[in-house]
């Protein structure tokens, strides 16, 4: 069941939701809402342009023709405990050789669109103009984060970002202009959480890049248990 949501900041049960997690629709990009989201394993999921939104229901759409944010929370969530991060033989090497230099929110605002450029071209792109703008609040607020790759030229080649909720971290986006850079600052991003005691980070997505870097499926009960 697919709950419509108004102005006031909730959400309903997202256990009654579609199997994909899909469970609501409406409502803002507000700080307040995305905090109380990402509190409860919520996320926004939804291409931005209309044409890509072209063949969903009527309701799905504002009254000026926009699509609709749309909300997920899967019941089975991929994650990577930074504990368990699978460091393979190759990118140790790769690391060895300290070919690149590693930050964190030093340039959030580069990461956030270059994830968005790299992407904006296929159908049912996500990170449009809303997205970035909402983002880019939460960072300003201490919410959310990046981690910047670069080579000894000082040229961002990787990167990600994501949210900070108590001591978890939910990707959101990486990307990648050289083989691996998304995955050093995923690496990264691992071993400092592994330093200060943090607990997980949320892929969000199943991939095999990320499976094979130690990500898991956990049920949503023990998701949250991580949030209390």
């Known amino acids: 069941m697919v709950v419509q949501l108004d102005n006031e900041i909730w959400f ?6 579609e ?3 899909f469970f609501a629709i409406g409502g803002d990009l507000s700080v307040e809402r995305l905090v109380l989201a990402y509190s409860n394993g919520i996320f926004p999921w939804y291409a931005y342009r209309p044409e890509d939104n072209m063949f969903l229901p009527k309701d799905f759409y504002n009254d000026d023709g926009t699509p609709q944010i749309r909300w997920y929370c899967p019941m089975q969530r991929f994650v990577i405990f930074p504990n368990e991060i699978h460091i393979s033989h190759s990118m140790r090497t790769l690391l ?3 070919q690149y230099v590693v930050t964190m929110g030093e340039a959030f605002d580069r990461v956030i669109h270059h994830c968005g450029a790299l992407r904006d071209a296929e159908a049912g792109a996500w990170l449009g103009p809303h997205i970035v703008e ?3 609040e939460l960072h300003k607020l201490g919410l959310a984060t990046s981690v910047e ?3 000894k ?10 949210v900070n909720i ?10 990648s202009l050289v083989p691996s850079g998304s995955k050093v600052a995923l690496i990264h991003l691992a071993l400092f959480m592994q330093e200060f005691g943090r607990c997980l980070i949320d892929c969000q997505l199943e991939t095999p890049h990320l499976r094979s870097m130690g990500g898991r499926f956990i049920s949503y009960d023990e998701y949250m248990g991580y949030f209390k």
């Open 12 to 17: 309903p049960n997202p256990r009654k939701g």
């Open 19 to 21: 199997e994909d997690g």
């Open 96 to 98: 060895n050789k300290e």
């Open 134 to 136: 909402a983002y880019t």
């Open 149 to 151: 790759v670069w080579d």
């Open 153 to 162: 030229k000082d040229e961002l080649v990787g990167g990600l970002y994501g």
């Open 166 to 175: 108590g001591k978890n971290f939910v990707g959101e986006s990486m990307f």
